[in-house]
């Protein structure tokens, strides 16, 4: 993990299994995160809106307020942080509504500790979080059409109208924007974003497909087309005089 001296990633747990939980801490504080932990869904919620916190791992079957309902909650106050999700159940709904709520990974119980561990470096790579890495020297203001997309602060607007989009999103509209009128293959979308290709992650990566097509239905001229069989290609107007 490539953390700044004297920086550590703190991680809010939320699992009722106080076994699990216990051994889950102590793992995760000899990897040297610091844990801050709940046994149910309120109480995790006040513990995020206590601390400072830069990963979410949440249980989706928590008392009080189910796993699905706090990272909603969550992602209403910090739309970028990531979230994984740990599972007892292995049906394919329960995944799919894990990736449509937005969350970064799903682990289905049980599961080993150096699993987690690495999921979570892979993760906060791919976050990219300024807090932890040298602030990469980059456009971060993208002009689509009659849009202006600001990576930095999550934001795309139009006409004075904005939206707030959350990491993932703005990622992987910056990507369609950087290989703009070209086709994109599937697979490597999910690659760049998500780093591996699976069902899970494909499905995923529609739901935030239809989430980018909903932000832009406000420009006509700017379209996420599919193209059957192959990939996506986001189709924006070359700018006049070209």
């Known amino acids: 993990m490539d953390q ?8 809010l747990l939320v699992e009722d299994d106080a076994n699990l939980c216990m051994v889950l801490q102590d793992y995760l504080e000899f990897m040297a995160y610091n844990v801050i932990v709940a046994h149910d869904g309120e109480a995790g919620l ?21 796993g699905f309902a706090l990272a909603a909650a969550i992602r209403d106050r910090n739309k970028q942080i990531p979230i994984i ?3 007892a159940k ?24 150096e699993e987690l561990n690495l999921r979570i470096k892979a ?3 791919r976050c990219n979080r300024n807090m932890f890495q040298e602030e990469i020297n980059e456009q971060k203001i993208f002009v689509m059409g009659n849009y202006r ?31 703009k009128n070209t086709v994109l293959a599937r697979d490597f979308v999910q690659k760049t974003i998500w780093g591996e ?33 192959v990939g996506f290609m986001l189709e924006v107007p070359k700018p006049a005089g070209e």
């Open 4 to 11: 700044k001296k004297g920086l550590k990633i703190q991680v």
């Open 85 to 87: 999700f740990l599972t």
């Open 149 to 179: 997309l600001d990576t930095q602060n999550l934001t795309l607007t139009i006409a004075g109208s904005t939206s707030n989009l959350t990491k993932k999103e703005a990622t992987l509209l910056r990507l369609l924007y950087l290989h």
């Open 123 to 125: 993760i906060m790579r």
């Open 197 to 229: 290709t699976d069902y899970f992650v494909s499905r995923s990566m529609d739901v935030f497909i239809t989430r980018l097509r909903k932000y832009l239905k406000e420009d006509s001229s700017v379209n996420i087309v599919n193209v059957h069989g």
């Open 46 to 66: 006040a513990r995020f809106d206590e601390h400072e916190v830069h990963l979410c791992i949440l249980d989706v079957m928590l008392p009080r307020m189910d």
């Open 90 to 113: 292995s049906l394919k709904e329960d995944r799919l509504k894990g990736f449509a709520q937005g969350c970064d990974d799903y682990i289905t119980k049980p599961f080993s500790t």
